[in-house]
């Protein structure tokens, strides 16, 4: 009587040739045995021979199997997918692979018909084939049925690979992703409605124009409390208004002035911020600037910011004057600006119901007078000012100012331009009310002539 060995060993020898599925028989040095009728595909793929060693994945899956003796994996063949059990029979060195077809399932597992979100199938032409209940309204707003090609905004997303896209369809916004099903040649299309995440962007969005971008992003990020809460700062602040304006806004119609002064005021700031400063205010055509809080480079650097700011705001008045002029302007839009560095209390003002975010102190109202004593297109610095960037910036001596509350007089200066601009050095160019000059070295042939020119100006003031 043979023992239960032989009979196991019997047993495993008959392999069964009329399986439906794939099994396939490899020795324990990785040669092929044997395989059946079903596993022909997936021998071809691999390029497999009986007798010859096999290589790549599937030695791999094999070496796992002789250590544990037992191993379960998966295989991708063109557009089927299989489930494999290998067992390693040490008796007769075999590695015996049972395979299963799990391409249905594999389908059935990605398209869930319980989702709760849009899941549509889509062939490779464009063609709708299926719709979940939760696609309903998708559907509906979109005005096609099953078997109907679905919008070119939609497939042209798809076609091109683009893994994740937004819509708005109907009263409703979708974030959408997609996963191609190669086992069946399709797509499917993942939905998730994403309106209100959407509206309380637009909301954030309305918001954030009332706040300077420095402190729009301190309150969400949670730096800058909403509370009234204030503190004391050495910055640099920064006054500008157009001279003349309120002539200006006598002559134009609201739609024209609303249209330049929006022009003026968006540039103006997309400097600021270029530049790193805090908007604080729009008072009509006035803008309040200040560096230094809730962001800072440093005291110095904050000061440097600010004029530089300023120097560039000064060159952009160029182009928008020409679109004064288009618009039938007759006054030229002259700008004053002054420039102060102190010590101020900023923060959050105001009641337990409405806050204000601004800064208060004399340092404040110190630049709103040098900028109301600047003439046109001049920026007046303070000497504090003036002391922290002098290195950087070429600035002329201007006037003496006497300040309410200071005992001593305030030095102020007005910028030249930097270092850098040669042109700045090669004019000369100073004012008071009722005097201007300017003089551009470069374009000087005969220095003597200028100052005979100077001379008889001279001797006719004191006359």
Request: proline share 3%; hydrophobic share 35%; with cysteine.
């Amino acid at each position: 009587m043979k023992n239960n060995t032989e009979v196991l060993i019997n047993i495993l020898k008959k392999f069964p040739d009329k399986n439906p599925n794939p099994v396939i028989q490899i020795s324990d040095f990785s040669v092929l045995e044997y395989f059946n009728n079903p596993s022909k595909e997936i021998i071809e793929f691999y390029g497999f021979r009986i007798n010859e060693k096999i290589n790549g994945l599937i030695e791999d899956h094999i070496k796992k199997t002789m250590i544990s003796n037992e191993h379960s994996f998966e295989i991708t063949i063109n557009t089927q997918t299989f489930y494999f059990s290998a067992i390693y029979t040490a008796e007769l060195k075999l590695i015996n692979m049972y395979g299963t077809n799990i391409t249905a399932k594999k389908v059935i597992d990605k398209f869930p018909d319980s989702n709760p979100n849009p899941v549509l199938r889509i062939d490779l032409n464009g063609v709708l084939n299926y719709f979940n209940k939760a696609s309903t309204y998708l559907v509906k707003e979109l005005s096609i049925g099953l078997n109907n090609k679905i919008p070119k905004i939609i497939f042209n997303n798809i076609s091109n690979q683009k893994e994740k896209f937004e819509l708005e369809i109907g009263e409703k916004h979708y974030l959408f992703h997609f996963v191609k099903i190669h086992e069946f040649n399709f797509y499917l299309l993942y939905g998730t409605d994403i309106t209100d995440t959407k509206d309380k962007e637009r909301i954030l969005n309305k918001l954030s124009k009332y706040f300077s971008p420095q402190v729009y992003s301190s309150i969400f990020s949670g730096a800058l409390d909403v509370t009234i809460n204030t503190s004391r700062k050495n910055l640099t602040v920064f006054f500008s208004d157009i001279k003349g304006f309120t002539t200006i806004t006598e002559k134009l119609e609201p739609e024209i002035l609303t249209q330049l002064i929006t022009s003026y005021l968006t540039k103006m700031t997309d400097i600021a911020i270029e530049y790193g400063g805090t908007v604080d205010k729009y008072i009509g055509d006035a803008i309040m600037i200040f560096f230094g809080d809730p962001e800072s480079k440093g005291v110095k650097e904050d000061a440097t910011s600010c004029v530089l700011m300023a120097m560039e705001m000064k060159k952009a008045l160029v182009e928008l004057r020409k679109n004064w002029e288009l618009a039938g302007v007759s006054e030229s839009l002259d700008v004053r600006m002054g420039v102060h560095s102190d010590m101020c209390t900023v923060g959050n003002f105001g009641s337990l119901d409405r806050l204000d975010y601004t800064v208060l102190g004399n340092g404040v109202n110190l630049a709103s007078r040098l900028e109301s004593l600047a003439d046109s297109n001049q920026i007046l610095i303070s000497e504090n000012t003036y002391n922290l960037i002098k290195k950087e910036i070429n600035c002329n001596y201007f006037d003496s100012l006497t300040v309410k509350g200071k005992a001593h007089s305030i030095k102020t200066f007005q910028v030249i331009g930097t270092p850098s601009d040669k042109k700045s050095f090669s004019k000369i160019s100073t004012s008071k009310e009722g005097f201007i000059l300017q003089i551009d070295k470069s374009k000087i042939k005969d220095v003597d002539e200028v100052l005979q020119l100077l001379k008889d100006s001279i001797e006719e003031l004191n006359k």
